[in-house]
Nanobody, 121 residues
Framework: VQLQASGGGLVQAGGSLRLSCAAS????????MAWYRQAPGKERELVAI?????????NYADSVKGRFTISRDNAKNTVYLQMNSLKPEDTADYYC??????????????WGQGTLVTVSS
């Protein structure tokens, strides 16, 4: 299963960006999709996660609550991250992640390539 992320870029503090990540390949179902980020010299951290079934419950890192919104389009196997009120400390490589099952019911946990978000002050 491959994940293709896009939407990063350079933005001024207070601005907005929208990241997208599309999953493709041998997918039977996706249970959850998430965004992580890794700033220079820091460990990768979970930013937001969304459950793909049912109500699509979400969870966010405290540092982005109220500013970021994760959403999904199950028909397109795509997850989005709307980032508003961006701060310089949001600067990082952002990675998408998907977990689910293939048509042969083996599990997968795949990562996309990073997309760089740079927020200038």
């Amino acid at each position: 299963v491959q994940l293709q992320a896009s939407g990063g870029g350079l933005v001024q503090a207070g601005g907005s960006l929208r990241l997208s990540c599309a999953a493709s390949g041998s997918i039977f179902s996706i249970s959850a999709m998430a965004w992580y980020r890794q700033a220079p010299g820091k460990e990768r951290e979970l930013v937001a996660i969304i459950i793909s079934s049912g109500s699509g419950s979400t969870n966010y890192a405290d540092s982005v609550k109220g500013r970021f919104t994760i959403s999904r389009d199950n028909a397109k196997n795509t997850v989005y991250l709307q980032m508003n009120s961006l701060k310089p400390e949001d600067t990082a490589d952002y990675y998408c992640n998907a977990a689910g099952r293939t048509p042969t019911f083996t599990t997968f946990n795949s990562w996309g390539q990073g997309t760089l978000v740079t927020v200038s002050s």
